[in-house]
Protein backbone atom coordinates (compact mmCIF):
# COMPACT_ATOMS: atom_id res chain seq x y z
CA UNK A 1 0.00 0.00 0.00
CA UNK A 2 0.94 3.34 -1.00
CA UNK A 3 1.81 6.49 1.24
CA UNK A 4 -0.62 8.15 0.04
CA UNK A 5 -3.47 5.71 0.10
CA UNK A 6 -2.42 5.29 3.53
CA UNK A 7 -3.32 8.63 4.74
CA UNK A 8 -6.52 8.07 3.32
CA UNK A 9 -7.18 4.97 5.06
CA UNK A 10 -6.03 5.87 8.40
CA UNK A 11 -6.31 9.69 9.11
CA UNK A 12 -9.97 9.95 9.45
CA UNK A 13 -9.69 7.98 12.97
CA UNK A 14 -7.30 10.80 14.11
CA UNK A 15 -8.77 13.74 15.45
CA UNK A 16 -12.25 12.15 15.84
CA UNK A 17 -12.54 13.20 19.57
CA UNK A 18 -12.46 16.81 18.60
CA UNK A 19 -15.39 16.03 15.93
CA UNK A 20 -19.22 15.58 17.27
CA UNK A 21 -21.93 14.03 16.26
CA UNK A 22 -24.34 16.37 14.37
CA UNK A 23 -26.89 14.27 12.90
CA UNK A 24 -27.93 13.13 9.31
CA UNK A 25 -29.94 16.37 8.63
CA UNK A 26 -26.71 18.42 8.49
CA UNK A 27 -25.15 16.05 5.64
CA UNK A 28 -28.09 17.15 3.57
CA UNK A 29 -27.04 20.77 2.93
CA UNK A 30 -24.19 19.10 0.88
CA UNK A 31 -25.08 15.69 -0.29
CA UNK A 32 -29.05 16.34 -0.88
CA UNK A 33 -29.44 13.42 -3.97
CA UNK A 34 -28.13 11.02 -1.39
CA UNK A 35 -29.46 12.19 1.30
CA UNK A 36 -32.74 11.56 -0.51
CA UNK A 37 -32.18 8.14 -1.26
CA UNK A 38 -30.71 7.09 1.98
CA UNK A 39 -34.25 8.88 3.38
CA UNK A 40 -36.30 5.83 1.64
CA UNK A 41 -34.52 3.07 3.03
CA UNK A 42 -34.72 0.40 6.02
CA UNK A 43 -31.89 1.52 7.30
CA UNK A 44 -33.10 5.14 8.01
CA UNK A 45 -36.46 3.48 8.95
CA UNK A 46 -35.88 0.85 11.35
CA UNK A 47 -38.01 2.46 14.41
CA UNK A 48 -41.13 5.16 13.43
CA UNK A 49 -43.02 6.77 16.28
CA UNK A 50 -46.35 5.30 15.11
CA UNK A 51 -47.63 8.99 16.64
CA UNK A 52 -45.70 11.05 13.59
CA UNK A 53 -46.01 8.44 10.95
CA UNK A 54 -49.39 6.52 11.33
CA UNK A 55 -48.95 5.04 8.33
CA UNK A 56 -45.75 2.74 10.10
CA UNK A 57 -48.31 -0.03 11.82
CA UNK A 58 -48.43 -2.61 9.17
CA UNK A 59 -51.50 -4.79 10.63
CA UNK A 60 -55.21 -3.57 11.53
CA UNK A 61 -55.22 -3.21 15.08
CA UNK A 62 -58.58 -3.29 15.40
CA UNK A 63 -59.13 -6.92 14.25
CA UNK A 64 -59.39 -9.55 17.24
CA UNK A 65 -56.60 -12.03 17.91
CA UNK A 66 -55.78 -13.85 20.89
CA UNK A 67 -52.39 -12.49 20.95
CA UNK A 68 -52.88 -8.76 20.42
CA UNK A 69 -53.54 -7.17 23.98
CA UNK A 70 -52.25 -3.76 23.14
CA UNK A 71 -53.37 -0.94 21.56
CA UNK A 72 -52.11 1.97 19.02
CA UNK A 73 -51.99 3.82 22.28
CA UNK A 74 -49.31 1.68 23.51
CA UNK A 75 -46.81 1.79 20.94
CA UNK A 76 -44.32 4.00 21.04
CA UNK A 77 -41.78 2.49 18.47
CA UNK A 78 -42.63 0.53 15.61
CA UNK A 79 -39.74 -1.82 14.12
CA UNK A 80 -39.44 -3.36 11.18
CA UNK A 81 -41.66 -3.68 7.87
CA UNK A 82 -40.03 -6.13 5.37
CA UNK A 83 -40.27 -9.75 7.38
CA UNK A 84 -41.74 -8.95 10.43
CA UNK A 85 -43.09 -6.17 12.52
CA UNK A 86 -42.31 -5.50 16.31
CA UNK A 87 -43.76 -3.37 18.78
CA UNK A 88 -42.34 -1.21 21.81
CA UNK A 89 -44.12 0.28 24.79
CA UNK A 90 -42.24 3.22 26.96
CA UNK A 91 -42.21 2.57 30.55
CA UNK A 92 -39.90 5.56 32.28
CA UNK A 93 -36.65 6.40 30.24
CA UNK A 94 -36.39 2.96 28.27
CA UNK A 95 -38.41 0.84 25.90
CA UNK A 96 -39.46 -2.66 25.86
CA UNK A 97 -41.27 -5.17 23.55
CA UNK A 98 -44.90 -6.17 23.63
CA UNK A 99 -45.73 -9.81 23.50
CA UNK A 100 -46.86 -10.11 19.84
CA UNK A 101 -45.54 -9.27 16.47
CA UNK A 102 -46.95 -9.23 13.05
CA UNK A 103 -45.69 -11.75 10.18
CA UNK A 104 -45.64 -9.48 7.61
CA UNK A 105 -45.53 -12.00 4.48
CA UNK A 106 -48.21 -15.00 6.05
CA UNK A 107 -50.48 -11.44 7.49
CA UNK A 108 -50.53 -13.45 11.07
CA UNK A 109 -49.50 -12.54 14.64
CA UNK A 110 -47.12 -14.87 16.60
CA UNK A 111 -45.60 -14.70 20.11
CA UNK A 112 -42.99 -12.49 20.83
CA UNK A 113 -40.87 -13.05 23.65
CA UNK A 114 -36.90 -14.26 23.44
CA UNK A 115 -36.89 -18.11 24.99
CA UNK A 116 -34.58 -19.29 27.41
CA UNK A 117 -31.57 -21.32 25.84
CA UNK A 118 -31.38 -19.28 23.00
CA UNK A 119 -29.32 -15.92 23.17
CA UNK A 120 -26.77 -15.70 25.61
CA UNK A 121 -28.10 -12.58 27.31
CA UNK A 122 -31.49 -14.31 28.44
CA UNK A 123 -30.36 -15.16 31.75
CA UNK A 124 -28.94 -12.14 32.93
CA UNK A 125 -32.72 -10.74 32.48
CA UNK A 126 -35.74 -11.46 34.14
CA UNK A 127 -38.29 -14.62 31.95
CA UNK A 128 -40.62 -10.88 31.30
CA UNK A 129 -40.21 -8.58 28.29
CA UNK A 130 -41.26 -5.55 30.98
CA UNK A 131 -37.76 -6.49 32.23
CA UNK A 132 -35.93 -6.54 29.01
CA UNK A 133 -35.23 -2.80 28.34
CA UNK A 134 -33.85 -2.36 24.27
CA UNK A 135 -31.56 0.48 25.74
CA UNK A 136 -29.28 -2.57 26.56
CA UNK A 137 -30.42 -5.07 23.66
CA UNK A 138 -31.39 -3.15 20.89
CA UNK A 139 -30.95 0.75 20.75
CA UNK A 140 -26.55 0.86 20.15
CA UNK A 141 -27.38 -0.30 16.49
CA UNK A 142 -30.70 0.94 16.01
CA UNK A 143 -29.80 4.76 16.77
CA UNK A 144 -26.41 6.88 16.32
CA UNK A 145 -24.72 7.75 19.17
CA UNK A 146 -26.55 6.00 21.74
CA UNK A 147 -25.16 7.55 25.36
CA UNK A 148 -25.36 4.09 27.91
CA UNK A 149 -25.72 6.94 31.03
CA UNK A 150 -28.16 9.13 29.58
CA UNK A 151 -30.29 6.47 27.17
CA UNK A 152 -29.82 9.53 24.61
CA UNK A 153 -28.96 9.91 20.80
CA UNK A 154 -27.85 12.06 18.31
CA UNK A 155 -30.53 10.73 16.28
CA UNK A 156 -32.70 7.24 15.81
CA UNK A 157 -32.09 4.89 12.86
CA UNK A 158 -29.16 4.42 11.11
CA UNK A 159 -28.30 7.65 10.13
CA UNK A 160 -25.06 9.08 8.10
CA UNK A 161 -23.07 8.85 11.02
CA UNK A 162 -23.48 5.54 11.77
CA UNK A 163 -21.46 4.86 8.93
CA UNK A 164 -19.07 7.97 8.43
CA UNK A 165 -18.38 9.03 11.92
CA UNK A 166 -18.99 12.15 13.91
CA UNK A 167 -19.07 14.80 11.19
CA UNK A 168 -18.88 18.40 12.68
CA UNK A 169 -15.42 18.69 11.62
CA UNK A 170 -16.18 17.75 8.03
CA UNK A 171 -19.50 20.07 8.33
CA UNK A 172 -17.51 22.78 8.75
CA UNK A 173 -14.60 22.34 6.61
CA UNK A 174 -15.24 19.04 4.29
CA UNK A 175 -12.02 17.07 3.06
CA UNK A 176 -11.47 13.49 2.63
CA UNK A 177 -9.06 13.74 6.06
CA UNK A 178 -12.16 14.34 8.85
CA UNK A 179 -15.03 12.19 7.73
CA UNK A 180 -14.94 8.08 7.51
CA UNK A 181 -15.63 7.27 4.15
CA UNK A 182 -15.71 3.18 4.31
CA UNK A 183 -14.61 2.68 0.55
CA UNK A 184 -11.74 4.68 1.60
CA UNK A 185 -11.17 1.80 4.40
CA UNK A 186 -9.10 -1.48 4.32
CA UNK A 187 -11.39 -4.45 3.86
CA UNK A 188 -11.17 -5.43 7.30
CA UNK A 189 -12.51 -2.00 9.09
CA UNK A 190 -14.85 -1.43 6.08
CA UNK A 191 -16.70 -4.72 6.61
CA UNK A 192 -16.87 -3.70 10.41
CA UNK A 193 -18.61 -0.81 9.41
CA UNK A 194 -21.60 -3.47 9.07
CA UNK A 195 -20.77 -5.62 11.15
CA UNK A 196 -21.25 -4.03 14.11
CA UNK A 197 -24.84 -4.41 13.84
CA UNK A 198 -24.91 -7.05 11.47
CA UNK A 199 -23.52 -10.03 13.59
CA UNK A 200 -24.48 -12.02 16.79
CA UNK A 201 -22.13 -11.35 19.50
CA UNK A 202 -21.32 -9.73 23.04
CA UNK A 203 -19.30 -6.98 23.89
CA UNK A 204 -15.31 -7.57 25.23
CA UNK A 205 -16.35 -6.07 28.64
CA UNK A 206 -19.47 -6.88 30.24
CA UNK A 207 -21.21 -6.40 31.89
CA UNK A 208 -20.57 -2.63 32.06
CA UNK A 209 -21.57 -0.61 34.98
CA UNK A 210 -23.12 -3.25 36.10
CA UNK A 211 -25.60 -4.21 32.87
CA UNK A 212 -25.41 -6.38 30.43
CA UNK A 213 -25.10 -5.21 27.05
CA UNK A 214 -26.12 -7.20 23.43
CA UNK A 215 -24.15 -4.78 21.46
CA UNK A 216 -20.77 -3.14 20.92
CA UNK A 217 -20.68 -0.46 23.40
CA UNK A 218 -18.31 2.38 23.20
CA UNK A 219 -17.20 1.73 18.91
CA UNK A 220 -17.68 4.58 16.24
CA UNK A 221 -16.10 3.70 12.92
CA UNK A 222 -12.53 4.79 12.56
CA UNK A 223 -11.99 2.23 15.85
CA UNK A 224 -10.79 -1.36 15.80
CA UNK A 225 -13.92 -3.32 16.12
CA UNK A 226 -12.26 -5.96 17.94
CA UNK A 227 -11.34 -4.14 21.23
CA UNK A 228 -15.12 -3.59 21.64
CA UNK A 229 -17.03 -6.55 19.76
CA UNK A 230 -16.36 -10.56 19.95
CA UNK A 231 -18.45 -12.73 17.16
CA UNK A 232 -20.67 -15.61 18.65
CA UNK A 233 -18.50 -18.62 19.12
CA UNK A 234 -18.28 -21.59 16.60
CA UNK A 235 -17.43 -24.68 17.90
CA UNK A 236 -17.45 -26.95 14.53
CA UNK A 237 -19.39 -30.42 14.34
CA UNK A 238 -21.61 -28.53 17.09
CA UNK A 239 -25.21 -26.92 15.93
CA UNK A 240 -26.05 -24.24 18.40
CA UNK A 241 -28.34 -21.65 18.57
CA UNK A 242 -26.53 -19.42 16.41
CA UNK A 243 -24.52 -21.51 13.86
CA UNK A 244 -25.06 -24.83 12.28
CA UNK A 245 -22.39 -27.31 12.46
CA UNK A 246 -20.60 -26.40 9.57
CA UNK A 247 -20.74 -22.55 10.25
CA UNK A 248 -23.33 -21.07 8.57
CA UNK A 249 -25.78 -19.29 10.39
CA UNK A 250 -29.00 -20.54 11.57
CA UNK A 251 -30.76 -16.76 12.32
CA UNK A 252 -30.91 -13.54 11.28
CA UNK A 253 -28.61 -11.40 11.90
CA UNK A 254 -25.04 -13.52 11.81
CA UNK A 255 -24.37 -12.33 8.22
CA UNK A 256 -21.08 -10.46 9.49
CA UNK A 257 -20.81 -13.91 11.34
CA UNK A 258 -20.93 -15.51 8.08
CA UNK A 259 -19.74 -13.47 5.90
CA UNK A 260 -15.89 -13.56 7.87
CA UNK A 261 -15.48 -17.30 7.24
CA UNK A 262 -15.86 -16.62 3.28
CA UNK A 263 -13.67 -16.46 0.29
CA UNK A 264 -14.78 -13.13 -0.85
CA UNK A 265 -13.89 -12.13 3.10
CA UNK A 266 -10.68 -13.36 2.39
CA UNK A 267 -9.80 -11.80 -1.08
CA UNK A 268 -10.51 -8.32 0.34
CA UNK A 269 -14.20 -8.05 -1.13
CA UNK A 270 -16.37 -5.56 1.10
CA UNK A 271 -20.09 -5.40 1.83
CA UNK A 272 -20.03 -2.33 -0.28
CA UNK A 273 -18.90 -3.86 -3.22
CA UNK A 274 -22.59 -5.62 -3.48
CA UNK A 275 -24.79 -3.51 -1.36
CA UNK A 276 -25.68 0.47 -1.01
CA UNK A 277 -26.62 1.53 1.88
CA UNK A 278 -27.73 4.71 0.68
CA UNK A 279 -30.20 2.94 -1.17
CA UNK A 280 -31.15 1.55 -4.46
CA UNK A 281 -34.03 -0.23 -6.94
CA UNK A 282 -32.87 -3.68 -6.67
CA UNK A 283 -33.49 -6.11 -3.44
CA UNK A 284 -31.43 -5.62 -0.67
CA UNK A 285 -30.12 -2.51 -1.66
CA UNK A 286 -27.87 -4.08 -4.02
CA UNK A 287 -25.73 -1.97 -6.44
CA UNK A 288 -26.95 -4.21 -9.10
CA UNK A 289 -29.10 -7.01 -9.58
CA UNK A 290 -28.29 -10.39 -8.00
CA UNK A 291 -26.48 -12.75 -11.22
CA UNK A 292 -25.41 -9.06 -12.63
CA UNK A 293 -23.66 -8.11 -9.72
CA UNK A 294 -21.95 -11.55 -9.08
CA UNK A 295 -21.02 -11.95 -12.77
CA UNK A 296 -18.88 -8.42 -12.76
CA UNK A 297 -15.83 -10.63 -10.76
CA UNK A 298 -17.11 -14.32 -11.90
CA UNK A 299 -17.65 -15.43 -15.71
CA UNK A 300 -17.83 -18.15 -17.59
CA UNK A 301 -14.13 -19.89 -17.49
CA UNK A 302 -12.55 -16.59 -15.46
CA UNK A 303 -9.42 -16.98 -12.90
CA UNK A 304 -12.54 -16.70 -10.06
CA UNK A 305 -14.56 -19.36 -11.52
CA UNK A 306 -17.12 -21.01 -12.53
CA UNK A 307 -15.77 -23.42 -14.71
CA UNK A 308 -17.91 -23.83 -17.27
CA UNK A 309 -18.42 -22.38 -21.43
CA UNK A 310 -21.73 -21.25 -20.05
CA UNK A 311 -23.21 -19.85 -16.81
CA UNK A 312 -26.09 -22.55 -17.78
CA UNK A 313 -23.48 -25.52 -17.83
CA UNK A 314 -21.87 -24.15 -14.66
CA UNK A 315 -25.72 -24.35 -12.85
CA UNK A 316 -27.16 -27.36 -14.78
CA UNK A 317 -30.29 -24.74 -14.60
CA UNK A 318 -31.73 -23.03 -17.24
CA UNK A 319 -31.13 -19.04 -18.36
CA UNK A 320 -33.73 -17.28 -16.16
CA UNK A 321 -34.73 -20.10 -13.53
CA UNK A 322 -33.88 -19.46 -9.86
CA UNK A 323 -31.58 -22.48 -9.87
CA UNK A 324 -29.48 -20.10 -13.00
CA UNK A 325 -29.00 -17.14 -9.73
CA UNK A 326 -25.84 -17.73 -8.18
CA UNK A 327 -27.51 -17.34 -4.74
CA UNK A 328 -29.75 -20.38 -5.16
CA UNK A 329 -26.90 -22.43 -4.83
CA UNK A 330 -24.43 -19.83 -2.68
CA UNK A 331 -26.30 -18.02 -1.07
CA UNK A 332 -29.17 -20.53 0.17
CA UNK A 333 -31.96 -18.88 2.51
CA UNK A 334 -31.54 -20.75 5.48
CA UNK A 335 -31.22 -18.30 8.50
CA UNK A 336 -34.40 -18.12 10.17
CA UNK A 337 -35.80 -14.67 10.29
CA UNK A 338 -39.27 -15.74 11.57
CA UNK A 339 -41.22 -19.00 12.00
CA UNK A 340 -40.64 -20.74 8.34
CA UNK A 341 -39.42 -17.47 6.73
CA UNK A 342 -35.55 -17.52 5.93
CA UNK A 343 -33.25 -15.13 4.72
CA UNK A 344 -29.58 -16.01 2.71
CA UNK A 345 -26.88 -17.28 4.42
CA UNK A 346 -23.76 -14.93 3.74
CA UNK A 347 -21.05 -17.56 3.51
CA UNK A 348 -21.48 -17.94 -0.22
CA UNK A 349 -20.02 -21.89 0.23
CA UNK A 350 -21.94 -24.59 -1.70
CA UNK A 351 -23.47 -26.63 0.66
CA UNK A 352 -23.55 -30.34 -0.36
CA UNK A 353 -26.16 -32.95 0.63
CA UNK A 354 -23.90 -34.73 2.36
CA UNK A 355 -23.69 -32.11 5.05
CA UNK A 356 -27.09 -31.95 4.96
CA UNK A 357 -26.98 -35.77 6.02
CA UNK A 358 -24.20 -35.47 8.48
CA UNK A 359 -24.76 -31.81 10.03
CA UNK A 360 -28.30 -31.05 9.96
CA UNK A 361 -27.61 -27.87 7.56
CA UNK A 362 -30.10 -27.29 4.67
CA UNK A 363 -28.48 -27.48 1.18
CA UNK A 364 -29.71 -25.27 -1.67
CA UNK A 365 -31.07 -27.93 -3.93
CA UNK A 366 -33.80 -29.28 -1.71
CA UNK A 367 -34.12 -25.34 -0.01
CA UNK A 368 -35.39 -24.42 -3.62
CA UNK A 369 -36.63 -28.35 -4.61
CA UNK A 370 -38.94 -28.54 -1.42
CA UNK A 371 -41.15 -31.87 -2.50
CA UNK A 372 -37.44 -33.96 -3.50
CA UNK A 373 -35.10 -35.83 -1.03
CA UNK A 374 -31.68 -35.45 -0.01
CA UNK A 375 -30.64 -38.48 -1.85
CA UNK A 376 -32.19 -37.52 -4.70
CA UNK A 377 -29.83 -34.33 -4.73
CA UNK A 378 -26.92 -36.30 -4.24
CA UNK A 379 -27.90 -38.49 -7.40
CA UNK A 380 -28.28 -35.31 -9.71
CA UNK A 381 -25.47 -34.08 -8.54
CA UNK A 382 -23.29 -37.17 -9.22
CA UNK A 383 -24.15 -36.50 -13.12
CA UNK A 384 -22.81 -33.03 -13.15
CA UNK A 385 -19.30 -34.38 -14.63
CA UNK A 386 -18.00 -30.97 -14.50
CA UNK A 387 -17.66 -31.00 -10.25
CA UNK A 388 -15.75 -33.04 -8.09
CA UNK A 389 -17.88 -36.38 -7.12
CA UNK A 390 -15.88 -36.46 -3.48
CA UNK A 391 -16.69 -32.37 -3.08
CA UNK A 392 -20.04 -32.13 -4.28
CA UNK A 393 -21.53 -35.29 -5.37
CA UNK A 394 -20.47 -37.38 -2.26
Known sequence: MNRALQTLVFLPAIGFSQSQYVGSNTCKTCHPATWERWSKTRMANVVRDPKVHPDAITPDLSQPDPLLNFKAADIAWVYGSKWKQRYFTKRGDDYYPLGAQWDVGKR???????????????????????????????????????????????????????????????????????????????????????IQCHSEGRPVTNPINGKYWAWPVGFDVGKRLEDYWKLEEFKPGEQSFHHFAEGSGRKNRMQGNDYVQSAMYTH????????????????????????????????????????????????????????????????????????????????????????????KVPNGCTTCHTDKSTEWARQELRKWTNFSPWRVGK
Open 108 to 194: IWRPYKVAANTDWWVRHFPDDNMGRPTSQLCDGCHSVNFNIQTKQVTEWNVGCEKCHGPGSQHAAKPAQTNIVNPARLDHVQANNVC
Open 268 to 359: GVACHHCHDAHGSANNADLIKPANSLCLQCHGPNSPNGPRGASIEAHTHHQRGSAGNECTGCHMPKIAQQIADVNVRSHTFKFIPPSETESL
